[in-house]
């Protein structure tokens, strides 16, 4: 009898695995979508990836994307083919404790820039989910009413093993999106920590998004995300005490030292999921880029970004240089052995690496 159960719970396993695979593979295919892989374009006719993404395919575009996540070589060589055909996307930076709303506010946004006729490009950022992280599900699900629009472009970076590189692998998908002739990039991020602040620098517009009842905790609030916004957003406006922590924040901007003629960061009021104070936000946005461009800071900040861009690219080239010109040897071994018994310090280990490459050049 027991072996009679035995095999019967071991035929319905079975039978389990068999059903639920073609399942399984299916809704990969959905998200990692191995006929994207293809070179041929709609017609059939082969070109190279960063033309097609040039010429607005999707496809092609999610495909760079996905090597660009997985450092394919291939990828810097797309990512030089597209970049002097970029530049002209706008980027809204939406940042913000999670929870605040900042999804449900980019999906408004969203469909707010497209009656307008915007093509719109989402980088959806979530370091509070390592691995594969309910909430960047969630933030599929919530922008699902896009899916179908093909004027919408939605891509979700996971924080992980970015380690530092985020800021950059989210400006090398901003600029595919840019390429691909995406008027709007929207980047939303958790506001934590110094990557995500980085992450916002290269928006042009940054939206600190807040939430009413963070009473005597907003003096808390991180200084850096303070001095980050263009625009400050209290969502879910109507819940209690969304007046008082607008009025705070506005009182805490007025005693910002701002020079002569620099933008105003406004307090705005929304209500997300009521699309209740979207329009505004679309007009203070299209305000401060109005700002941008007639002040004439926008060349500053674009010289500020793109040295930021750069410096990123050149730490990674040299650190990804240094740790192959290590792997030859052994090397990172030795110096972590030397260091241990104290006969190697690592300044000068580290000075030996960097000439050691120099000299291969
Ligand atoms: N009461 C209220 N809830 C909202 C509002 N906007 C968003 N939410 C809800 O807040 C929760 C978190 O929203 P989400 O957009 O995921 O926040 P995120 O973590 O900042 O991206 C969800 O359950 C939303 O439905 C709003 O204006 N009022
Ligand atoms: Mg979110």
Known sequence: MLITAEIISALRLMARIVISRPIVILTRSCYTSDFLCSDF????????LAERVLTGDIRAAARLMRDIDDNRPQAIDDLKQIYPRTGKAYIIGITGPPGAGKSTLVDQLTAAFRTQGKKVGV???????PFTGGAILGDRIRMNRHATDEGVFIRSLAT???????????????LVMDALGMDIVIIETVGVGQDEVDIVKAAHTTCVVMVPGLGDDIQAIKAGILEIGDIFV??????????????????????RAAPEGSWNPQVLKTEAQRNTGIDE???????????????????DFLRERNERHFTDILRDSLFKRALEHM???????????????????????????????????
């Open 281 to 299: 936000l679309v007009r203070e946005i299209l305000l401060h880029r109005e700002h941008l461009i007639s002040s004439g800071s926008i060349n």
């Open 160 to 174: 992980r093993g970015a380690l530092g590189g985020l800021s950059r692998s989210t400006a090398d998908v901003a």
């Open 123 to 129: 980088v959806a950022i979530d370091p509070t989910s």
């Open 41 to 48: 374009n709609k017609t059939g006719t082969h070109m190279p």
């Open 234 to 255: 209290v969502n879910k406006a109507d819940r209690d005490g969304a007046d008082r922590t607008a009025r705070e924040l506005s009182t805490m901007l007025e005693f």
């Open 327 to 361: 792997a030859a040897d052994a090397t990172l071994e030795r110096i972590v052995t030397g260091m241990c018994d104290h006969t190697i310090d690592p300044y000068s280990a580290a000075e030996q690496v960097l000439a050691g490459i120099l000299e291969r050049r």
